[in-house]
């Protein structure tokens, strides 16, 4: 059974008195007028002091869903729901508040332009105004926890201005209306229409909560002709308010918030003339608090901290002690008391005046006990730097907070030009390397540099060595953003500067990890190697180091083999280094670190790619690997969450590493497994597998051969589904690769298909007409024979006359047609090439050539 809102008896708005800083908590959600509102309203109004405010929604919600409800109804009902966002939001953060405020304007609005002939319009109209006046007086709340937030300072007075001129609007169109409007008739009662009781009170409604946004406002603003202007616009209304028959609630508090205007006013007699008489007229225990609280902030105004501590010892011994609000002024009074102490140099008093306000903080909470931890960090920061310098540096610290860069480096700047020569380098350095970190979230870095060099001459040595690092830094960024040969040397120099004079300091180490990087960039790769090498065991950027250094030895390896030098030295040097390494790795079953996996990835393709290549080792350093992959993805309390994708990709280039490993060591069997299951990550490293496995082939014994080339070719097709990811001479690589597979199968023909499409390409390519030449060579049809000896014509032609590769082209030509059988043709090729190169190139060459010629007097006998 639903409660109902009285037909006849409607309370215009709900009471609710909770005060914070002597302003109501919550403008938007309603003021009591009478005592006998509705049961409906008091059992709404209930669950919102109880922060029941999902029941409160709900019932709401339910109640409008209903098609029975008449138009008043509906329209009380919306603003009792409005009310309830407003509430909700208010002890809610981030975007949760920010949909609730949203829900709060939405559902009044949307009733409004629904339904715009409802007799209870005027309502809706004041609570679509009250929404943005709850919302301005809460970040006006929040500027006062947070003084120095000028951007929430701006938000909460921009929306109270506007709140307060609309408010404004509506509370002269209420009155004017009402000096036209005729009596009610008893069926326009009925039907929803307001009484003239009712409808005075929602002008009063209207003119009280204008009152207090222009007291919000006024609150915001410095001392000047706006602020009084606002001041008198709320004074004026609390006065008339204030008069009794106006309703209880709204009579006191408009009584007390007279006091909060003529206080800050500096009217201190008359502020202190009202509270007397508002206190000596028994009001409720919340004014009472309000009340006694303003007592408080004019003698804290007034200068007269040890009379405000007075007044809150009194206060203390009744019997409901210190509220939250009594508390946090204690806690200003204190400090207030402290600083004067400080000035007569009272250190004694000075200290437990400190000492009682960290106390009473600690026991206050909620809001208040935030305003009080604020109060004493402020406290801390004006000791720290004192009343020139304390509030450009809160400032900034608010405004960078906040995510205003600008803002924050300006007031910085102004704190930094404020210090005097007296005021000491250690304070200087501390707010140079303050604005230096925001010049770098800028990512200005030469601002940055200039701020991070100019501290390293203030701080102490530590801080100096820090500092230092960071200028150099920022000069390696500039560097980065254009490389120039000005910034390369200035970065260079910048670092060996650094190692230089911070040698005994620990950001040394940074700065040879920082070397070694800029010489590894610039391709200097011996330079890094010895660098990266010098970085101690202990540091953090060692296992990096490793992994850099298994990289480099990787790149030199490579570069080698492109300029066809010799590189035994080298790989030698680097199986040496990079194993001595292994022994600064976790120790089974701990899991290694991406980065040592990657060292131990490296190692093991320098020792697939050795002139003597070990696959045993390889494939131990690779099933370690995939160790450290598996125990990675089993959840653990004392574990980070890994990075998955990172080690998903170390584990397909190890599983693609491992083929070449297994089938070195002839488990055939085993790589297959892992060329079945195989998802290609990296085209690249699966091709160097492949071009492994061709080595591999060569040393295979004959029973194995065709397991060998299952394998080459099952790896071979998987691959040549990524083609796209290869350049043109890899895409060779991977054709070659498939027709030897093919060859290795006994599938000739399969295999001489690719030579052809790859010649259809490339016509003059001589590697690829002697492996066509070989491959159908090999056979034994005649069509197959006369193909073979086209492509060896094909190479003889492309080479030199008499040249070592010319004569063995020519030799397989003569060779092929006594194969094929045209003896004439041989005996003729023979002939003329003996005639015309009778050395026939050397030894070697010419026995061959008479080794067929017997070939061919056997075949004319």
Same mark, same amino acid.
């Given at each position: 059974?639903?409660?109902?809102?009285?037909?006849?008896?409607?309370?215009?708005?709900?009471?609710?008195?909770?005060?914070?800083?002597?302003?109501?908590?919550?403008?938007?959600?309603?003021?009591?007028?009478?005592?006998?509102?509705?049961?409906?309203?008091?059992?709404?109004?209930?669950?919102?002091?109880?922060?029941?405010?999902?029941?409160?929604?709900?019932?709401?919600?339910?109640?409008?869903?209903?098609?029975?409800?008449?138009?008043?109804?509906?329209?009380?009902?919306?603003?009792?729901?409005?009310?309830?966002?407003?509430?909700?939001?208010?002890?809610?953060?981030?975007?949760?508040?920010?949909?609730?405020?949203?829900?709060?304007?939405?559902?009044?609005?949307?009733?409004?332009?629904?339904?715009?002939?409802?007799?209870?319009?005027?309502?809706?109209?004041?609570?679509?105004?009250?929404?943005?006046?709850?919302?301005?007086?809460?970040?006006?709340?929040?500027?006062?926890?947070?003084?120095?937030?000028?951007?929430?300072?701006?938000?909460?007075?921009?929306?109270?201005?506007?709140?307060?001129?609309?408010?404004?609007?509506?509370?002269?169109?209420?009155?004017?209306?009402?000096?036209?409007?005729?009596?009610?008739?008893?069926?326009?009662?009925?039907?929803?229409?307001?009484?003239?009781?009712?409808?005075?009170?929602?002008?009063?409604?209207?003119?009280?909560?204008?009152?207090?946004?222009?007291?919000?406002?006024?609150?915001? #603003?410095? /001392? =000047?002709?706006?602020?009084? $202007?606002?001041?008198?616009? *709320?004074? %004026?209304?609390?006065?008339?308010? &204030? @008069?009794?028959?106006?309703?209880?609630?709204?009579?006191?508090?408009?009584?007390?918030?007279?006091?909060?205007?003529?206080?800050?006013?500096?009217?201190?007699?008359?502020?202190?003339?009202?509270?007397?008489?508002?206190?000596?007229?028994?009001?409720?225990?919340?004014?009472?608090?309000?009340?006694?609280?303003?007592?408080?902030?004019?003698?804290?105004?007034?200068?007269?901290?040890?009379?405000?501590?007075?007044?809150?010892?009194?206060?203390?011994?009744?019997?409901?002690?210190?509220?939250?609000?009594?508390?946090?002024?204690?806690?200003?009074?204190?400090?207030?008391?402290?600083?004067?102490?400080?000035?007569?140099?009272?250190?004694? #008093?000075? /200290? =437990?005046?400190?000492?009682? $306000?960290?106390?009473?903080? *600690?026991? %206050?909470?909620?809001?208040?006990? &935030? @305003?009080?931890?604020?109060?004493?960090?402020?406290?801390?920061?004006?000791?720290?730097?004192?009343?020139?310098?304390?509030?450009?540096?809160?400032?900034?610290?608010?405004?960078?907070?906040?995510?205003?860069?600008?803002?924050?480096?300006?007031?910085?700047?102004?704190?930094?030009?404020?210090?005097?020569?007296?005021?000491?380098?250690?304070?200087?350095?501390?707010?140079?390397?303050?604005?230096?970190?925001?010049?770098?979230?800028?990512?200005?870095?030469?601002?940055?540099?200039?701020?991070?060099?100019?501290?390293?001459?203030?701080?102490?040595?530590?801080?100096?060595?820090?500092?230092?690092?960071?200028?150099?830094?920022?000069?390696?960024?500039?560097?980065?953003?254009?490389?120039?040969?000005?910034?390369?040397? *200035?970065?260079?120099?910048?670092?060996?500067?650094? @190692?230089?004079?911070?040698?005994?300091?620990?950001?040394?180490?940074?700065?040879?990890?920082?070397?070694?990087?800029?010489?590894?960039?610039?391709?200097?790769?011996?330079?890094?190697?010895?660098?990266?090498?010098?970085?101690?065991?202990?540091?953090?950027?060692?296992?990096?180091?490793?992994?850099?250094?298994?990289?480099?030895?990787?790149?030199?390896?490579?570069?080698?083999?492109?300029?066809?030098?010799?590189?035994?030295?080298?790989?030698?040097?680097?199986?040496?280094?990079?194993?001595?390494?292994?022994?600064?790795?976790?120790?089974?079953?701990?899991?290694?670190?991406?980065?040592?996996?990657?060292?131990?990835?490296?190692?093991?393709?320098?020792?697939?790619?050795?002139?003597?290549?070990?696959?045993?080792? *390889?494939?131990?350093?690779?099933?370690?690997?995939?160790?450290?992959?598996?125990?990675?993805?089993?959840?653990?309390?004392?574990?980070?969450?890994?990075?998955?994708?990172?080690?998903?990709?170390?584990?397909?280039?190890?599983?693609?590493?491992?083929?070449?490993?297994?089938?070195?060591?002839?488990?055939?069997?085993?790589?297959?497994?892992?060329?079945?299951?195989?998802?290609?990550?990296?085209?690249?490293?699966?091709?160097?597998?492949?071009?492994?496995?061709?080595?591999?082939?060569?040393?295979?014994?004959?029973?194995?051969?065709?397991?060998?080339?299952?394998?080459?070719?099952?790896?071979?097709?998987?691959?040549?589904?990524?083609?796209?990811?290869?350049?043109?001479?890899?895409?060779?690589?991977?054709?070659?690769?498939?027709?030897?597979?093919?060859?290795?199968?006994?599938?000739?023909?399969?295999?001489?298909?690719?030579?052809?499409?790859?010649?259809?390409?490339?016509?003059?390519?001589?590697?690829?007409?002697?492996?066509?030449?070989?491959?159908?060579?090999?056979?034994?049809?005649?069509?197959?024979?006369?193909?073979?000896?086209?492509?060896?014509?094909?190479?003889?032609?492309?080479?030199?006359?008499?040249?070592?590769?010319?004569?063995?082209?020519?030799?397989?030509?003569?060779?092929?047609?006594?194969?094929?059988?045209?003896?004439?043709?041989?005996?003729?090729?023979?002939?003329?090439?003996?005639?015309?190169?009778?050395?026939?190139?050397?030894?070697?060459?010419?026995?061959?050539?008479?080794?067929?010629?017997?070939?061919?007097?056997?075949?004319?006998?």
């Amino acid at each position: 059974m639903h409660l109902s809102i009285g037909l006849h008896r409607f309370a215009v708005l709900a009471p609710t008195i909770a005060l914070l800083a002597g302003v109501l908590l919550s403008p938007g959600c309603g003021f009591a007028v009478a005592d006998d509102d509705a049961p409906e309203s008091r059992y709404l109004r209930g669950l919102r002091e109880r922060r029941l405010f999902t029941i409160a929604e709900t019932y709401c919600l339910d109640r409008l869903s209903s098609e029975d409800l008449l138009p008043y109804e509906r329209a009380e009902l919306t603003v009792e729901l409005s009310r309830t966002f407003v509430a909700h939001a208010m002890q809610r953060a981030g975007q949760e508040q920010s949909e609730l405020w949203a829900r709060a304007q939405s559902v009044v609005d949307e009733q409004l332009e629904s339904d715009p002939d409802n007799p209870r319009v005027d309502l809706v109209k004041l609570q679509t105004l009250l929404v943005p006046a709850a919302r301005g007086g809460m970040l006006r709340r929040q500027s006062e926890l947070f003084p120095f937030n000028e951007q929430l300072r701006s938000s909460a007075l921009e929306l109270l201005q506007q709140a307060a001129a609309r408010l404004r609007d509506f509370e002269t169109a209420l009155h004017d209306d009402g000096q036209r409007r005729r009596p009610p008739t008893a069926r326009q009662i009925a039907d929803g229409a307001f009484t003239a009781a009712e409808r005075e009170n929602l002008v009063e409604e209207a003119e009280f909560r204008t009152a207090v946004a222009h007291l919000e406002i006024a609150r915001l #603003l410095p /001392a =000047g002709v706006e602020r009084t $202007a606002a001041l008198h616009e *709320a004074e %004026t209304r609390f006065q008339n308010l &204030a @008069r009794p028959g106006h309703g209880a609630d709204r009579m006191w508090t408009s009584r007390l918030l007279r006091i909060v205007v003529a206080r800050l006013q500096s009217d201190f007699d008359q502020a202190r003339l009202l509270a007397d008489g508002l206190l000596s007229s028994d009001p409720p225990g919340s004014i009472r608090t309000g009340a006694t609280a303003e007592q408080v902030r004019i003698d804290i105004d007034r200068g007269r901290p040890d009379e405000a501590l007075t007044r809150l010892l009194d206060a203390s011994r009744q019997p409901e002690g210190l509220s939250g609000e009594l508390r946090a002024l204690h806690v200003e009074a204190m400090l207030a008391a402290r600083k004067t102490a400080v000035e007569k140099g009272d250190d004694d #008093l000075a /200290a =437990g005046l400190w000492e009682e $306000a960290e106390r009473i903080c *600690a026991g %206050t909470d909620g809001v208040w006990g &935030a @305003r009080c931890r604020i109060l004493l960090e402020t406290a801390r920061q004006l000791d720290r730097y004192g009343p020139k310098i304390a509030p450009a540096v809160l400032a900034g610290r608010a405004a960078y907070q906040n995510g205003d860069l600008t803002s924050a480096i300006a007031h910085y700047s102004a704190a930094i030009d404020a210090l005097a020569a007296e005021d000491g380098d250690s304070l200087r350095a501390e707010l140079l390397l303050n604005r230096a970190s925001m010049f770098l979230e800028q990512a200005d870095y030469e601002s940055a540099s200039d701020d991070y060099a100019a501290a390293a001459r203030f701080a102490d040595a530590p801080g100096a060595a820090q500092a230092h690092l960071m200028h150099v830094f920022c000069l390696g960024k500039l560097w980065e953003a254009r490389p120039t040969q000005a910034r390369r040397e *200035a970065y260079s120099s910048g670092l060996e500067e650094h @190692r230089g004079r911070f040698a005994e300091q620990p950001t040394f180490d940074n700065a040879t990890w920082m070397l070694a990087a800029f010489e590894e960039a610039r391709q200097q790769w011996t330079v890094a190697l010895s660098l990266y090498a010098s970085i101690p065991v202990e540091h953090a950027y060692r296992r990096e180091a490793r992994a850099r250094t298994a990289a480099l030895y990787e790149r030199i390896l490579q570069r080698l083999a492109e300029l066809g030098q010799p590189a035994d030295e080298w790989e030698d040097q680097a199986v040496r280094e990079l194993t001595e390494m292994l022994d600064e790795l976790p120790l089974p079953p701990r899991p290694l670190e991406p980065s040592d996996a990657q060292l131990c990835l490296s190692l093991a393709r320098i020792l697939l790619n050795h002139r003597n290549p070990d696959y045993a080792d *390889a494939d131990a350093l690779l099933d370690r690997v995939l160790a450290s992959s598996r125990a990675v993805r089993i959840p653990t309390g004392d574990r980070s969450p890994p990075d998955l994708p990172e080690w998903e990709r170390i584990e397909h280039t190890a599983l693609q590493l491992r083929i070449l490993s297994l089938a070195g060591q002839q488990r055939l069997r085993d790589a297959q497994e892992i060329v079945d299951g195989l998802t290609v990550d990296d085209a690249h490293v699966l091709l160097s597998v492949l071009n492994g496995l061709a080595d591999v082939a060569e040393s295979v014994g004959p029973e194995r051969k065709r397991a060998m080339g299952r394998l080459q070719l099952n790896a071979a097709q998987r691959l040549d589904e990524h083609r796209d990811q290869l350049d043109a001479a890899e895409q060779r690589l991977l054709d070659d690769c498939l027709a030897q597979a093919y060859a290795a199968l006994d599938r000739p023909n399969d295999a001489l298909a690719v030579y052809e499409r790859l010649l259809d390409a490339s016509p003059g390519d001589r590697s690829l007409l002697r492996a066509a030449a070989e491959l159908s060579g090999g056979m034994d049809g005649p069509e197959q024979l006369q193909t073979a000896k086209s492509y060896w014509r094909r190479l003889e032609a492309s080479e030199k006359p008499g040249s070592g590769p010319w004569l063995d082209a020519r030799w397989h030509v003569a060779e092929t047609a006594l194969r094929l059988g045209e003896l004439e043709e041989c005996r003729k090729l023979l002939q003329v090439t003996r005639l015309l190169y009778p050395d026939l190139g050397g030894p070697a060459t010419a026995e061959r050539y008479a080794d067929l010629e017997n070939r061919l007097s056997a075949a004319e006998e």
